[in-house]
């Protein structure tokens, strides 16, 4: 049950993001998919992470141009390098500077391998041309200003979904 | 000892992870996810739709009230452009018959309509990487690779790049991936048109010695066979040229609008 309210919430934020902000003029910049993956991965065990990365990267991969299984290494990407952060370098317990610290990293940690990734495939003629430069320059800096605006709106969310299922069991 | 490690849980996840997302490349270069991104692609881009057009019409309550009195004066300014474009309308179409009984007359071969199928757009790419729409048919109503779309009246939105069965992926001609030959109406001055990521489009490699103009026309030549020629691109906003360069470069605004999309129509050759 668990995983079906990460899969329907994850596939309402796509939904929002396209026919939201979309429609003024936001929904090409940030990702309010992958920033549910990194609060779900700072604030909840590592298989429910893994879980949401899973299932954000297949949802986004289907959804998008790029060649299935490059959004979903990115995310798992993410899910990797926020995990490593927060439980080995960091250490101690969350506060609102290390949040938008892991959704900063998070965020240029998903560009980067979106990029890596289908360059890794283009070596063997099944990536698809993307323009570096723009999703690591001028993308990137929208992304990273509309991923933290939305950050703590997400955060609400998650806490929100987490006490009702709290509330429930 | 050291071969131990591949007997634990951690392990197993990890190499099904990885196997996972093999097959998942493989299925689609193979083109075998189809019907799932099909599928997921019509959920996606129905409930996407439906709730866009909800906060459109929110939207245009509040954008109503507030642009009331911007609307009259466009209104006067609209029906005197009304007027202007009806007396050239007049005076093209007495040039095109002219040209259709010259072109009969030298035997030519006629311009004929183009065959058009109408779509409907379901979706957009929401990562932004790309500048992508998707269409709500496939290979197998006969949408083909590499066809032209367009929207009426003979707009060009881009070119059908990826195929499912019944469904199709359309990359815009903002996007930077896409390079389409392209003529200036009057001068004849030609170069190359792409994408600039959604943000206009530039049009390269135009001949010094070519006069052009700001709000010259561009379509497409057609040379390059990949467009069928004199469909519209857009107009030229700004020249950037200087003497000591090899080449002019202009920027152009696409002529339809590629944010709101609804229908368009795929060029069957």
């Known amino acids: ?169 | 000892m050291t071969m131990r490690f591949i007997y634990t849980r951690t392990f197993s996840v990890a190499f099904s992870i990885f196997v996972g997302i093999a097959l998942l490349i493989i299925f689609d270069a193979k083109g075998y996810l189809g019907l799932a991104r099909d599928g997921f692609g019509r959920l996606y881009g129905r409930t996407s739709g439906t709730v866009s057009t909800g906060v459109g019409a929110t939207k245009e309550v509040f954008q109503t009230l507030f642009t009331i009195r911007k609307l009259v004066r466009e209104n006067a300014q609209l029906n005197q452009q009304i007027d202007e474009l009806s007396f050239e309308n007049a005076r093209l179409q007495s040039s095109r018959d002219e040209n259709t009984a010259l072109r009969k007359s030298l035997n030519f071969k006629t311009n004929s309509n183009l065959e058009l199928l109408p779509l409907e757009v379901i979706g957009a790419d929401p990562s932004g990487f790309s500048q992508v729409i998707t269409v709500d048919k496939g290979q197998e109503e006969g949408v083909g690779l590499n066809n032209a779309v367009i929207v009426s009246p003979g707009l060009l939105v881009g070119k059908v790049t990826s195929l499912n069965p019944h469904s199709a992926q359309v990359t815009l001609i903002t996007d930077p991936s896409l390079i389409v030959s392209a003529v200036v109406a009057d001068s004849g001055a030609q170069g190359l048109i792409q994408g600039e990521h959604g943000l206009g489009l530039s049009f390269n490699l135009i001949s010094q010695n070519e006069v052009i103009k700001t709000s010259d026309n561009v379509t497409t030549s057609g040379l390059a066979g990949d467009f069928p020629p004199g469909l519209l691109i857009g107009q030229i906003d700004s020249i950037k040229s200087s003497g000591s360069d090899l080449f002019q470069k202009a920027f152009v605004g696409p002529a339809a609008d590629l944010r709101n999309l609804k229908f368009v129509f795929v060029v069957k050759p």
Do not use: H
């Open chain 1, 1 to 169: 049950m668990r995983y079906l309210i990460i899969i329907f919430v994850l596939f309402a934020l796509l939904v929002l993001q396209t026919g939201v902000l979309g429609n003024l003029g936001l929904g090409k910049a940030g990702s309010l998919p992958l920033l549910y993956v990194l609060i779900t991965v700072m604030l909840a065990k590592f298989r429910q992470g893994l879980f949401t990365a899973l299932a954000a990267g297949v949802m986004l991969d289907l959804a998008s141009a790029t060649r299935a299984g490059t959004i979903t290494v990115a995310m798992l990407a993410v899910l990797g390098l926020v995990y490593f952060v927060i439980n080995k370098v960091i250490t101690r317990e969350l506060n609102r500077f290390i949040l938008v610290v892991c959704i900063i990293l998070g965020t240029i940690a998903f560009s980067v391998s979106v990029v890596l990734f289908n360059r890794v495939l283009n070596l063997v003629n099944l990536g698809i041309m993307l323009d570096w430069r723009f999703i690591l320059g001028r993308k990137l800096i929208l992304d990273l200003t509309v991923n933290l605006i939305f950050a703590y709106p997400i955060l609400l969310l998650y806490e929100f979904i987490r006490r009702q299922k709290l509330s429930q069991s």
